[in-house]
C-alpha cells in the first residue's frame, strides 16, 4: 500500500499562484498515477489534475490552462502548480495515488484558501 501527504497549502489571494506537493510513501511511485481532487464545501468532489506513469496528463475543465501537474519520481513527489487563482478555487485539494485495479490512496488534503 502507499500513503501520500500534501503540503503547500495556504492562504492566496486572487490572482496569486501556489504550488502544492504531495509525498509518496512506497518503493513502487513509478507505477502508480497521481492526481490531485479538490471538494469545496457544498460541493461534489472534482479532478483537478493527474498525471500517469508514462506522463500522461488530465486536467478538468476549469483548469483552463492555468494548472499544471508534473511527478519527480526520483522524489516521490507529485506537485500542482496553480496559477492565477480565483475566488472559484478555494477547497481541499486531496493527492491521490492508484493503480489499475481502482483503488485510491487518498492523503489527508490541505486547505487552500483563495481570498484578499
Known amino acids: 500500500q502507499v500513503q501520500v501527504v500534501e503540503s503547500g497549502g495556504g492562504l492566496v489571494q486572487p490572482g496569486e499562484s501556489l504550488r502544492l506537493s504531495c509525498v509518496a510513501s512506497?518503493?513502487?511511485?513509478?507505477?502508480?498515477?497521481m492526481g490531485w481532487y479538490r471538494q469545496a464545501p457544498g460541493k461534489q468532489r472534482e479532478l483537478v489534475a493527474d498525471i500517469g506513469v508514462g506522463g500522461t496528463r488530465r486536467y478538468g475543465d476549469f483548469v483552463k490552462g492555468r494548472f499544471s501537474v508534473s511527478r519527480d519520481n526520483g522524489k516521490n513527489t507529485v506537485y500542482l502548480q496553480m496559477n492565477s487563482l480565483k475566488p472559484a478555487d478555494p477547497a481541499v485539494y486531496s493527492c491521490?495515488?492508484?493503480?489499475?485495479?481502482?483503488?485510491?490512496?487518498w492523503g489527508p488534503g490541505t486547505h487552500v484558501p483563495v481570498s484578499s
Open positions: 512506497t518503493d513502487s511511485f513509478q507505477d502508480y498515477i
Open positions: 491521490s495515488a492508484t493503480r489499475c485495479n481502482g483503488v485510491f490512496n
